[in-house]
């Protein structure tokens, strides 16, 4: 079973920048769409960010256009998301998940056990 441990949460200054991990095991990481899935207090978990396994086409949801940045590393099984000029509306529980396409803000991942998240705190 594909197990995901998502990293590199904390706390930041708005307007500052973090660089989440998630290290996959136990399954082909390389033939899975990766996203990257935010549960903020109170609202729905939504995709945030995705990536294709064919070509590495990302996705991203309007709000964080042109501030996050979705990759992978098949040879690691390792995918990442660098946030840049994160603002309160960020702060929330950051998970990783193979997901299905077509990508939307209302995907779901893909069925199985979901790893612990990584936190991200921006103050307001």
């Known amino acids: 079973q594909v197990q995901l441990v998502e990293s590199g949460g904390g706390l930041v200054q708005a307007g500052g920048s973090l660089r989440l991990s998630c290290a996959c095991s136990g399954g082909t990481f390389s033939v899975y769409h990766m996203g990257w899935f935010r549960r903020a207090p109170g609202k729905e978990r939504e995709l945030v960010a995705a990536i294709t396994w064919t070509d590495g086409k990302p996705y991203y949801v309007d709000s964080v256009k042109g501030r996050f940045t979705i990759s992978r590393d098949n040879d690691k099984n390792t995918a990442y998301l660098q946030m840049n000029s994160l603002n309160p509306e960020d702060a929330a529980l950051y998970y990783c998940?193979?997901?299905?396409?077509?990508?939307?803000?209302?995907?779901?991942?893909?069925?199985?056990?979901w790893g612990q998240g990584t936190k991200v705190t921006v103050p307001t």
């Open positions: 998940k193979e997901v299905l396409g077509p990508f939307s803000a209302t995907s779901k991942g893909t069925l199985g056990s």
